[in-house]
C-alpha cells in the first residue's frame, strides 16, 4: 500500500477519466468503485447510483477518482510528473495524454480533463545535474525551447 493516494476531484466523469487512464498506463487496474446511496445523493445533489469514487492504480501507483460536483477544478499548481524510459515512451505518453487537451511548454501537458502532466525522460535530470554548469546551462536552455521534451537533442546540447 502506498503512503499517500492522491485524490482527483472531478465533476462527474471520474469514470471516463480512469479508465483512459488506465488504457494508458501499464500495469493499471480498478480496485473499486463506490457509488451514490439515496443518503449521499440527497446531501450531496449527486444521482443516487452514479459513481461516487473509483480506487484505481497507475503503474502501481494508488489514486481515487472523486465525482464530486463542479466547485473545484484542476489547476497547473499539483501535476503528476510521468518518468519516461525512452523517447518512444515519451512521445506514446504525450500523445495518448494530450489528446483532446492542452500541449504546453518544457514537458508539460494538460489532458481533456484538465490534469496537468509532466513527461519527462528519465536522463534529464542527469543532464541538468551535469559537472559542467555550462552544459548544463545549454541543457536548460534547450528545454525551455521545447514543448514536447526530445532526448537527442538534449544530449547535444
Not at 446531501?43 to 477518482?65: H, K, N, T, W, Y
Not at 511548454?105 to 509532466?118: A, E, F, I, N, P
Amino acid at each position: 500500500m502506498n503512503k499517500f493516494t492522491p485524490c482527483l476531484w472531478f465533476d462527474s466523469e471520474a469514470e471516463e477519466a480512469v479508465q483512459f487512464y488506465a488504457s494508458i498506463f501499464k500495469n493499471s487496474k480498478i480496485n473499486s468503485v463506490s457509488r451514490y446511496d439515496k443518503a449521499s445523493a440527497e446531501v450531496s445533489g449527486r444521482p443516487q447510483g452514479s459513481v461516487m469514487a473509483i480506487g484505481f492504480e497507475l503503474d502501481g501507483q494508488a489514486f481515487l477518482a472523486l465525482n464530486g460536483g463542479p466547485m473545484f477544478t484542476f489547476t497547473p499548481a499539483i501535476s503528476f510528473i510521468a518518468n519516461c524510459q525512452n523517447q518512444a515512451e515519451v512521445d506514446e505518453l504525450w500523445e495518448k495524454l494530450s489528446a483532446g487537451g492542452e500541449k504546453e511548454s518544457c514537458g508539460w501537458l494538460r489532458d481533456k480533463y484538465g490534469v496537468s502532466w509532466q513527461i519527462v525522460p528519465n536522463v534529464l535530470e542527469e543532464l541538468l545535474l551535469d559537472k559542467d554548469p555550462a552544459k548544463a546551462g545549454r541543457v536548460m536552455q534547450a528545454l525551455l525551447k521545447m514543448t514536447k521534451l526530445d532526448i537527442e537533442t538534449l544530449k547535444q546540447a
